[in-house]
């Protein structure tokens, strides 16, 4: 079965950033992309920034200029530097890994950003 795990999340002050990771330990699935989603109580979950195999990004609107995707060659690691955070931006924050078939999830992690 395949497992996502989220690691990085805290508490940060506004303009401060954090750095999210997510890996996928015994997986030989090679995901075709990775991507990060979050999602606040009361709030339809969103895709913040994807990653294709090939190294293209995508970001969302609110994040862009602030937010950085990577992902590790052909390893199933991936990511997110998130710089200048701002109070909403508080969220938890979900990993996610396609292949050609499934979609899969990980835990989340909580990004809290003071206000």
């Known amino acids: 079965q395949v497992q996502l795990v989220e690691s990085g999340g805290g508490l940060v002050q506004p303009g401060g950033s954090l750095r999210l990771s997510c890996e996928a330990p015994?997986?030989?699935?090679?995901?075709?992309?990775m991507a990060w989603y979050r999602q606040t109580p009361g709030k339809e979950r969103e895709e913040v920034a994807v990653?294709?195999?090939?190294?293209?990004?995508n970001y969302a609107e609110p994040v862009k200029g602030r937010f950085t995707i990577s992902r590790d060659g052909a390893e199933n690691t991936v990511h997110l530097q998130m710089d200048s955070l701002k109070p909403e931006d508080t969220a938890v924050y979900y990993c996610?890994?396609?292949?050609?078939?499934?979609?899969?999830w990980g835990r989340g992690t909580q990004v809290t950003v003071l206000s």
């Open positions: 990653i294709t195999t090939g190294g293209i990004t």
């Open positions: 996610n890994g396609k292949d050609w078939v499934y979609s899969y």
């Open positions: 015994g997986t030989i699935i090679s995901f075709n992309s």
